[in-house]
């Protein structure tokens, strides 16, 4: 069965360091998602991709944040400077439509800034 | 905004003993609410996708209903492999891609 991978499952930086996490999407889905959860809060909206570009992007989505498709089957997230209440958990999305489709979550990415 | 609101925050159910969860949504234009399970350090799971009032879908011992201002998660017989923090989520959908608001969760914790 198709799934969402990714990579690190837990990364470790030091504050002001950029991270990088990495995700695979299940291959013939069009629509790209990344969403956070801080320990004991609610997973949480970051931002949305499609057709190579950012459809949509919440607050929490400053410029320290990116997201990029380098090829046909990656899509990451950038933090360029990490700061102590960026640790989280990073969950990874992919769905196959816009609506009414289900999406498909990673295992999450567990990033600690010490 | 879209808000979502899970209840209980909690439930300790011995095997066997049913119960159901709620979820209560403030949206503007349901567009489909969907419940995940998430399970300690993982990410969510999709159990269920519920499209308009009335609508009804089960998976073994999972059965979730919708209303016009909320749905529950009905747990029949749970075993222990059912525990799970249970998560519903609302679309906000805009040109292009669908924002999941999620409520809070209902952690359940199903005793042998």
């Known amino acids: 069965e198709p799934e969402v991978t990714q990579t690190p499952s837990h990364q470790v930086t030091q504050m002001g360091q950029e991270v990088i996490l990495r995700c695979v999407p299940i291959?013939?889905?069009?629509?790209f998602y990344w969403y956070r959860q801080i320990l004991g809060q609610k997973v949480e909206f970051l931002v949305s991709?499609?057709?190579?570009?950012?459809?949509?992007k919440s607050e929490i989505f400053d410029d320290q944040f990116s997201v990029e498709r380098p090829d046909g089957s990656n899509f990451t997230l950038k933090i360029r400077s990490t700061k102590l209440e960026d640790s989280a958990m990073y969950f990874c999305?992919?769905?196959?439509?816009?609506?009414?489709?289900?999406?498909?979550f990673g295992p999450g990415t567990r990033l600690t800034v010490t | 905004e879209d808000q979502v609101t899970q209840s209980p925050e909690a439930l300790r159910l011995q095997e066997g003993e049913s119960s159901s969860l709620n979820c209560s949504y403030t949206v503007s234009g349901l567009r489909g609410l969907f419940w995940y399970r998430q399970d300690p350090g993982k990410g969510p799971e999709f159990l269920f996708t519920l499209y308009s009032a009335g609508e009804e879908k089960e998976k073994e011992r999972l059965k979730a209903t919708l209303t016009k201002k909320e749905s529950f998660l009905h747990i029949t017989a749970p075993k222990p492999e059912d525990s799970a923090t249970y998560l519903c989520a609302v679309p906000k959908v805009k040109a292009a891609g669908n924002k999941l608001t999620f409520g809070g969760g209902t952690r359940v914790l199903v005793k042998p």
């Open positions: 991709f499609y057709n190579n570009e950012i459809s949509e």
């Open positions: 999305a992919s769905s196959e439509g816009q609506v009414p489709y289900e999406q498909y």
């Open positions: 291959s013939n889905h069009l629509y």
